[in-house]
């Protein structure tokens, strides 16, 4: 019994050191395991603001080209005024260094976006811009310079708004004064502070703004996956505008998208109430990062365009264009209103009583007239 003590012992003993060094083993490789996957993870535990903002802005300088094609909500459900289904679809695409196309849709349940009569498209070169209405085969044109922020309207598109990522070398548009494109961050990152932690669909996030100007939440796991944005009115701090994003893609390499963006407008004083929201969502059916795009941003007036950049003086820069009438009888017929048995019934009966006044008050009209030149 002794040798038998002994034994149990010394075993006892050799069971305690191997199992100390399989769980020193085991939590080498967990460590590793935790370092090789979610690197982003341990670097924004102990980030600072400007670490956080400097690996967004590297994310968004990232992207060297963006296509994308995406659609609204039905926008019908809020405005019974419009036709039922309608909604916005929009196709644009942007490279470094400054090429831009934008073209727009609002098609509806009885009008395909193909068929839009009022579909517009916008190219940027590094050159020149050209407004294109294809439907009218008109065209407005001016020369930009490099350096020169996009025309119009573009330098405002939602998308590149929501998400931060701005993929031209041209100047950024500014909100109330304050830059808000991610490359642009960290010049003022002395102005962020980490806000208290929290959740956007579930996902634990660090919350890093400007106080009384705007919020970011980003993923804890992924630090350069932004969950949520929230702009507000810097004279008063009122909140102004809300992104979420959802269902994100890495598109390249520590740069990711999202596939889904929810965008709450604030249109009510009493944020407590939902109609003080106006809530959508835009989902994006195509997407394309760092792929030559160098196609799109070509175009040149066909036969018959009309040059209307000054209003009062179009001007048609190349004969021909028969062959276009055809294609605006389709859109007309396309504008009308679908026929239906009782606008035929309807179109008859307004046929037959026309013929009917004629035949009663024409006789009356002429006899009068008779009776007075006798008299």
């Not at 609002?106 to 070169?125: A, G």
């Not at 963006?261 to 990062?289: K, M, Y």
């Not at 179109?347 to 006899?367: E, K, Q, R």
């Amino acid at each position: 019994m002794r040798h038998f003590g002994n034994w149990r012992d010394l075993a006892g003993r050799q069971t305690e050191k191997n199992l100390g060094m399989t769980l020193r083993i085991l939590a080498k490789v967990l460590i590793t395991l935790i370092a090789a996957l979610i690197p982003s993870a341990l670097a924004a535990g102990s980030a600072s603001c400007q670490d956080l903002l400097e690996q967004l802005a590297d994310s968004s300088r990232a992207v060297q080209s963006l296509s994308v094609t995406y659609i609204s909500g039905d926008m019908s459900i809020r405005n019974p005024d419009l036709p039922k289904g309608s909604h916005l679809r929009r196709e644009i695409a942007a490279a470094r260094p400054g090429n831009y196309m934008h073209w727009s849709f609002h098609p509806h349940d009885d009008l395909t976006w193909q068929n839009d009569p009022l579909q517009q498209r916008l190219f940027v070169s590094s050159s020149q811009w050209y407004n294109v209405n294809p439907v009218k085969n008109s065209f407005a044109s001016a020369a930009i310079d490099p350096a020169e922020g996009l025309p119009g309207s573009a330098p405002y598109e939602l998308l590149f708004f929501s998400t931060g990522i701005w993929p031209l070398d041209r100047p950024a548009p500014t909100f109330k004064t304050n830059q808000v494109y991610l490359h642009e961050l960290p010049a003022c990152a002395g102005q962020f502070v980490f806000f208290s932690e929290g959740k956007i669909s579930g996902v634990e996030c660090l919350v890093i703004g400007r106080p009384g100007v705007d919020r970011i939440w980003l993923d804890k796991l992924r630090a350069t996956a932004v969950m949520a944005r929230e702009f507000c009115d810097p004279s008063d701090g009122r909140l102004l505008q809300r992104f979420e994003f959802l269902d994100h893609e890495e598109v390249i390499p520590g740069t990711w998208f999202p596939r889904r963006i929810r965008n709450l407008l604030v249109t009510g004083a009493d944020l407590s109430r939902p109609e003080s929201f106006r809530d959508s969502v835009i989902q994006i059916l195509e997407l394309r990062v760092n792929q030559d795009e160098s196609d799109g941003f070509h175009w040149e007036p066909g036969p018959g365009a009309l040059d209307i950049t000054r209003p009062n003086q179009p001007k048609q820069v190349l004969t021909g264009g028969t062959e276009l009438l055809d294609n605006y009888r389709t859109f007309a017929d396309l504008s009308q209103t679908e026929s239906t048995p009782w606008t035929d019934v309807i179109c008859i009966a307004a046929a037959f009583l026309s013929m009917f006044a004629c035949g009663f008050f024409l006789p009356v009209i002429f006899d009068r007239r008779r009776a007075k030149q006798k008299s």
